[in-house]
């Protein structure tokens, strides 16, 4: 599972540094297709549950599950969430990153990425050996309101191995001290999806891109963690 995080994480890096205003996300998706072949990986995305695409690309109100298209063109100001999952012998490696589009962002947006990566780190202090999966939901959801912004619900974080998506789910909410303990060995994916105004959320008619109720801008950052005596070991870095 560390070499699929690798090439996840070498697929993140070269598409991040593809993104610029005018590109479109169809463009990422290409490639993306084309680095995760070269890396000697397959795509965990495309036809799961017929997904058509090796990335999700999540534009501003976008949550997650945004489709590439050669329709939309990125601009300068607009953040786009990136999305990517492999499998290399059969284990699979999911991580995700929000980027900002040109130099400048808003302020307000800026703080919303920082905030949501704050979050995923502070889950992560928290995968040791005997903790409950209530204390990685709570680390993230407590930063996140302290910050003023909100979780999203609908969406969760997962287990991780030889399936995309394993038990136990990983909402970015809950309580401490609640629900399945750590054991080692396991691996989660954990996933803080972060909106700027309130939590509700909607799927458009393509049946796949989740968007802020409200129209307000959402983050969403990831990485595969493993359960170590040593404690949490972040497959995806
Ligand atoms: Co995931």
């Known amino acids: 599972m560390r070499r699929s995080g690798r090439i996840v994480r070498q697929v993140l890096d070269y598409v991040g540094g593809l993104i610029a205003p005018g590109v479109t996300t169809m463009g990422l998706e290409r490639a993306a297709e084309r680095k995760i072949r070269d890396l000697g990986a397959k795509p965990a995305f495309k036809g799961y ?5 090796v990335l999700c690309t999540s534009v501003n109100e976008e949550i997650v599950h945004g489709i590439p298209s050669d329709k939309r063109v990125l601009k300068a100001g ?3 969430s990136v999305d990517c999952g492999v499998v290399l012998d059969g284990y699979y490696g999911d991580a995700a990153v929000t980027f900002p589009v040109g130099d400048s962002i808003a302020e307000e947006v800026r703080k ?7 979050a995923l ?3 992560i202090q928290q995968v040791r050996i005997g903790n409950a999966v209530g204390d990685v939901s709570a680390a993230v959801q407590e930063h996140v309101e302290a910050n ?3 979780v999203v619900r609908e969406f969760v974080g997962h287990g991780i191995g030889t399936k995309l998506h394993e038990e136990p789910q990983v909402p970015n909410f809950g309580t401490r001290g609640h629900g399945a303990r750590l054991r080692e060995g396991m691996v989660l994916a954990i996933e803080p999806m972060v909106n700027s105004g309130q939590p509700g959320t909607r799927v458009l008619e393509d049946k796949w891109t989740a968007v802020t109720a409200d129209g307000s ?4 950052f990831e990485h595969c963690v493993a359960v170590t005596k040593e404690g949490p070991m972040i497959l995806t870095e």
């Open 148 to 150: 003023g912004f909100s």
């Open 217 to 220: 801008a959402s983050a969403h």
């Open 78 to 80: 607009d953040i786009v």
């Open 121 to 123: 780190y502070k889950a």
């Open 112 to 118: 919303l990425l920082d905030v949501t990566k704050a």
């Open 49 to 53: 549950y017929d997904y058509p695409c």
